[in-house]
């Protein structure tokens, strides 16, 4: 069985500009979540989505959304490129949303702001 | 709040057993995960132990959980050059959306 994919696998975009990153989850899975990955630094939690309603949203500005799509694939927007938001994005999946549900992540999309 | 620490470096020699230690802040942690990372890639989930649990053992991996402690280990037997990668440990707790909080990683060197 396939696991989590995310494309683009990489991406260079320059400051202001807007990214769209993609997320599908593993099949029968119907949450995902994104999570920011800077060098060097743990993975920090940016939004979690569920039956295509948010059910959670890290400490990130307005500048990043997310929506998820009716066969649960999801895609991560960010807007206003800062240098700043130059990480590994990562998404992951789970059955549900509640805390006993394990997370799977896909290999990343890693964003380089120029 | 939520807080998760570990040391950022480890190096053992190949066929012993290494030992990654984390503490973590949050007394109502429930899950507590342990997830690999090799260099360029995703994170892989190793084990997870439940927070009224004290061990866990998979294979050549052992979970200890001290809860008075606020506590975690993993203990890797026989470790291999192939072991070598970035050991994150995560919790996840009661909380509105229950996001995995993870800490910044123990890089652990396997020496032939």
């Known amino acids: 069985d396939a696991g989590v994919t995310q494309s683009p696998t990489h991406l260079i975009k320059t400051r202001g500009q807007h990214v769209t990153l993609r997320c599908s989850p593993i099949?029968?899975?119907?949450?995902v979540s994104w999570y920011q990955q800077v060098l060097g630094q743990g993975p920090q939690f940016i939004f979690q989505y569920y039956e295509k309603e948010e059910r959670g949203r890290g400490n990130f500005p307005d500048r990043f959304s997310a929506r998820q799509f009716p066969n649960y694939s999801s895609e991560l927007n960010v807007n206003a490129l800062l240098l700043g938001d130059s990480a590994l994005y990562l998404c992951?999946?789970?059955?549900?949303?509640?805390?006993?549900?394990?997370?799977?992540f896909g290999p990343g999309t890693r964003l380089l702001v120029l | 709040g939520e807080d998760v620490e570990q040391s950022l470096f480890l190096s053992v020699r190949e066929g012993d057993s290494s030992v990654i230690n984390c503490t973590y802040t949050?007394?109502?942690?429930?899950?507590l995960y342990w997830y690999k990372q090799e260099p360029g890639a995703g994170l892989q989930l190793l084990t997870y132990?439940?927070?009224?649990?004290d061990m866990k053992q998979d294979q050549r991996l052992t979970v200890l959980l001290n809860k008075k402690d606020k506590h975690l280990s993993l203990r890797i037997a026989d470790t291999q050059t192939g072991d070598s990668a970035i050991y994150f440990c995560?919790?996840?707790?009661?909380?509105?959306?229950?996001?995995?909080?993870f800490g910044k990683g123990t890089r652990l060197s396997v020496i032939a």
């Open positions: 949050d007394s109502s942690s429930t899950y």
């Open positions: 995560a919790e996840r707790t009661y909380s509105g959306n229950t996001p995995l909080v």
């Open positions: 992951a999946s789970s059955l549900g949303a509640g805390i006993q549900e394990t997370q799977y």
């Open positions: 099949s029968g899975h119907k949450s």
């Open positions: 132990i439940f927070s009224n649990m």
